[in-house]
Every structure is written in C-alpha cells, then in structure tokens.
Nanobody, 124 residues
Framework: QVQLGESGGGLVQAGDSLRLSCAASLRALSMYDVAWFRQAPGKEREFVAAISRTFTNTYYADSAKGRFAISRDNAKNTVYLQMNSLKPEDTAVYSC?????????????????WGQGTQVTVSS
C-alpha cells in the first residue's frame, strides 16, 4: 500500500496562488493514478483534478480548468496541484487520493488510498 501526505495549504486572498503537494511513502507514487478532491463544510466531496500514472492523461473539474494544474515528479515521489487565481469558493479541505489504476478518475470511490487533507482558505 501507499501512504499519502498533503502539504501547502493555507490562508490566502482572492487572486493569490498556492501549490499543494501530495507526498507518498512506502511505495512509489509512480505506480498509481492520483487525484485531488476537495470538501467544503456542509458539502459533498468533489473532484478537482487527476493525473494518470503514465503521465498521458490529466483530468480537471470545470471549476479548475484554466486555473489549476496537476503534475507529478516521480523522482520526488510527489504529485502537485498548482492553484492560481484562487476564489473564495475554492475554500475547502483538499485531499489527494491514489489507486493502482482506475477507469473513473473523477469518482472518489475509484480510489483506494487517501491523505489526511490540507486546509485551503481564500478570503475575499
């Protein structure tokens, strides 16, 4: 199995940028499809972005397209989520998730391993 840990969250103002990191231990993250999800208070968990283990495919929620970018550095065993032009509605706990392979990269139930999450708060 793989263990995941997120970092990089914080309190920022609207229009600022943040880069979240999802670091893996115990196993090489290169073996897994990885995604970012977020959950705001009182709302369901929602998909943000995903990247395949082969680098060939990336997926984004409509709310993330043009503002967020997912990438991976297998040498550092880390997946990143670069978030630009942040909005107050981006405020949530962001979690990364991994699975050996999934045909449903935008669905939370498609992932086996989860990190504990990192809080992102965007003030207006």
């Amino acid at each position: 199995q793989v263990q995941l840990g997120e970092s990089g969250g914080g309190l920022v103002q609207a229009g600022d940028s943040l880069r979240l990191s999802c670091a893996a231990s115990l196993r090489a993250l290169s073996m897994y499809d990885v995604a970012w999800f977020r959950q705001a208070p009182g709302k369901e968990r929602e998909f943000v972005a995903a990247i395949s283990r082969t680098f060939t495919n990336t997926y984004y929620a409509d709310s993330a397209k043009g503002r967020f970018a997912i990438s991976r550095d297998n040498a550092k065993n880390t997946v990143y989520l670069q978030m630009n032009s942040l909005k107050p509605e981006d405020t949530a706990v962001y979690s990364c998730a991994a699975v050996y392979s999934t045909r449903n990269p935008t669905t939370p139930t498609g992932y086996d391993y989860w990190g504990q999450g990192t809080q992102v708060t965007v003030s207006s």
